[in-house]
């Protein structure tokens, strides 16, 4: 069994920040990418960023500038760093870990529970 906990979202003013946190555990034998997407009401889920066992990062343009994600290996932990904070990044963000399970033949996705992050006065 492979389960991804977060952790960290709340309510933050705009312009402040949040850190989110992602834990993967349980049988794995290989986390190959792990990343952040974002579900905000009435709206489809969109990627928010991803990276890669090597590091290598990609980010939405909505947020270039603005969130950092970053990953200890060995915790098998993602971050996602949340500066500049606007309204507009209100949503519930879910943690999602590309990954091979021990006893697997092949990678599959893996999915939080979501954490929600508000932004507002």
């Known amino acids: 069994q492979v389960q991804l906990v977060e952790s960290g979202g709340g309510l933050v003013q705009p312009g402040g920040s949040l850190r989110l946190s992602c834990e993967a555990s349980g049988s794995i034998f290989s986390i190959w990418v792990m990343g952040w997407y974002r579900q905000a009401p009435g709206k489809q889920r969109e990627l928010v960023a991803t990276i890669t066992s090597g590091g290598s990062t990609s980010y939405a343009d909505s947020v270039k500038g603005r969130f950092t994600i970053s990953r200890h290996n060995a915790k098998n932990t993602v971050y996602l760093q949340m500066n500049s904070l606007k309204p507009e990044d209100t949503a519930v963000y879910y943690c999602?870990?590309?990954?091979?399970?021990?006893?697997?033949?092949?990678?599959?996705?893996?999915w939080g529970q979501g954490a929600q992050v508000t932004v507002a006065s």
């Open positions: 999602k870990a590309v990954l091979t399970a021990r006893n697997a033949d092949y990678a599959s996705n893996y």
